[in-house]
């Protein structure tokens, strides 16, 4: 069986959500850095076999396969096909997963994976009457950039509550503090303003022409302990979760190219050794990555004592150190050491491909190791891959 090897891994800076990328289509988002993976390694797009991309929310200018339309945009021949997939949060991690599978299987050599998500421009949308001409009512209006709507009436109402509410349970269920949460994301924000001064995310980043960032919209290095102290609870007036301690609202798109041994005149940045895949309740969806990350350690004949680092997207601080306190055989000092979601951003679809792809990267720039990648998806399910080099 052909192993799968990332050739390259790219991503834009991440906007907040209103910032500096709002203006942008989430096609074109996603054109810029399907546009700069062949441009980097000099790949003839004519080659690639599939275009496989994430985007969670499917609602805008991104309804109509935006994969597809993103390759065309990007001035692919019309010959090279497109597929979007939907896992939510975990959507591009789930296109490399599902294009690492083709290339394994022989059905591919070259593919192009990533994903994107505009969350500044995901549409207000409106339920639409079971009748031509409803005599009686108002239509409901619904947010569709983040969060549950048009629920099914025959969910279990405990299984639907919000991310932010699931994120206090899971404070309360592995006691975890304030204090511990705002630490974390300190943490997150002084590791990424330091990767983006030293240069460290240098080789993984595409401008988006007319809309350049010197670094991610989110990250704020000058925040303190005493401020994130001071920020109000969310989800609860006795809870620990804020906005300072959650990731925020985001526009982005992260694109990785995976071929076989072989495939591309370049050396490769890591092999995909281990996928795994994992379902949990909807209300305690943030440590579904747990046994997620184990199955795929175990397909890759590997175990913790292996790894040399964890890239977890950080949904939520208490679900990260929730993870964290699950992965009994981790160093905390391994997990997110040049940042994380907290600080980066989480535009739903584009994060599986920043995670690989910072994973990807961080292997090259080392010489060589063990990563695993994971990331918590909403509705209970979390996706997991180990990378070694």
Not at 121 to 132: G, I, L, M, N, T
Not at 183 to 192: E, K, N, V, Y
Request: charged share 20%.
């Amino acid at each position: 069986m052909p192993s799968t090897w990332i050739y390259d891994a790219v991503r834009t800076p991440f906007g907040r959500a209103g910032g500096a990328l709002s203006g942008v289509r989430p096609d074109d988002l996603a054109a810029t850095v399907m546009a700069a993976s062949v441009a980097r390694t000099g790949l003839d797009p004519a080659r690639i076999d599939d275009v496989i991309f994430g985007d969670a929310n499917q609602a805008g200018e991104d309804n109509r396969d935006v994969a597809r339309f993103g390759a065309l945009l990007a001035g692919f021949p019309s010959s090279v096909p497109g597929v979007t997939v939907n896992r939510l949060c975990g959507s591009s991690l789930e296109a490399v997963i599902q294009g690492s599978r083709a290339i394994e299987a022989g059905d591919a050599d070259i593919v192009l994976t990533g994903g994107v998500e505009s969350m500044s421009r995901a549409p207000y949308v409106v339920e639409k009457s079971p009748k031509p001409f409803p005599a009686v009512g108002n239509p409901t209006m619904w947010n569709t950039s983040i969060g549950w709507r048009m629920t099914n009436p025959r969910l279990r109402k405990d299984w639907t509550i919000s991310n932010g509410e699931s994120a206090e349970k899971l404070a309360g269920l592995y006691e975890i503090s304030r204090e511990e949460q705002d630490a974390f994301a300190l943490r997150s924000h002084r590791a990424a303003a330091d990767a983006w001064a030293t240069g460290v995310f240098d080789g993984e980043i595409v401008q988006v022409s007319g809309n350049e960032l010197a670094r991610d919209e989110s990250i704020r290095e000058d925040t303190t302990l005493d401020k994130l102290a001071g920020l109000k609870t969310l989800f609860a007036a006795d809870g620990s979760v804020t906005a300072g301690n959650s990731s925020p609202i985001n526009d982005g798109a992260s694109a990785v190219l995976i071929g076989a041994e072989g495939a591309l005149d370049s050396e490769p940045l890591a092999r995909i050794a281990g996928r795994g895949v994992f379902g949990n309740d909807p209300d305690v969806f943030g440590i579904a990555p747990v046994e997620a990350a184990n199955r795929a350690l175990a397909r890759a004949g590997r175990t913790w004592a292996d790894v040399d680092f964890v890239e977890l997207n950080e949904a939520f601080a208490s679900q990260s150190l929730a993870c964290a306190k699950l992965w009994t055989e981790l160093d905390p000092a391994k997990l997110n050491v040049h940042g994380g979601a907290l600080a980066i951003g989480h535009p739903l679809g584009a994060s599986g491909g920043r995670v690989v792809g910072r994973a990807a990267h961080e292997l090259a720039r080392r010489g060589g190791g063990v990563a695993v990648v994971a990331i918590c998806i909403g509705v209970g399910q979390g996706l997991a891959v180990v990378l070694e080099r």
